[in-house]
């Protein structure tokens, strides 16, 4: 399989990593985790999920710095249109959990830890 094709595959699974997270931070009826904190943990865990995928790609920092800045304003964005719904929330928590979780993305992107997209281009390249 061409490793460019690959790259435009990871690309486009981000993208619909980001439109779940839109879609889910939107609904009125979202899922829940049956734990203490759960919504933040939701939070820390996707906005740390994309990010950290869109770290294999993006390995510049200036591109790194782009993503972080682009997670965490999606981050507040989505806030604000949780309170125009009407029928959810409006939280500086769970602002401040989607910052966190692109921290954390950012922190084990590689070359912290391997970069995914990489070994995956490697073993299907073959």
């Given at each position: 399989?061409?490793?460019?094709?690959?790259?435009?595959?990871?690309?486009?699974?981000?993208?619909?990593?980001?439109?779940a997270?839109?879609a889910?931070?939107l609904?009125?009826?979202?899922?829940?985790l049956?734990?203490?904190?759960?919504?933040?943990?939701g939070h820390?865990?996707?906005?740390?999920?994309?990010t950290?995928?869109?770290?294999?790609?993006?390995?510049?920092l200036?591109?790194?710095?782009?993503l972080?800045?682009?997670m965490?304003?999606?981050g507040?964005?989505?806030?604000?249109?949780?309170?125009?719904?009407?029928?959810?929330?409006f939280e500086v928590?769970?602002?401040?959990?989607?910052?966190?979780?692109?921290?954390i993305?950012w922190?084990?992107?590689?070359?912290?830890?391997?970069?995914?997209?990489?070994?995956?281009?490697?073993h299907?390249?073959?």
């Open positions: 399989m061409n490793p460019i094709r690959i790259a435009g595959y990871w690309k486009a699974a981000g993208w619909m990593l980001v439109l997270i839109i889910l931070s609904t009125p009826s979202p899922p829940h049956n734990v203490e904190q759960g919504d933040k943990l820390l865990a996707a906005y740390g999920l994309v950290l995928w869109f770290a294999q790609p993006y390995t510049a200036r591109q790194r710095i782009w972080a800045a682009g965490v304003a999606l507040i964005a989505l806030e604000y249109a949780q309170r125009a719904t009407g029928y959810r929330s928590a769970d602002m401040m959990a989607d910052a966190l979780g692109v921290a993305g922190l084990l992107a590689p070359p912290r830890l391997p970069n995914l997209l990489s070994w995956t281009k490697n299907l390249s073959r």
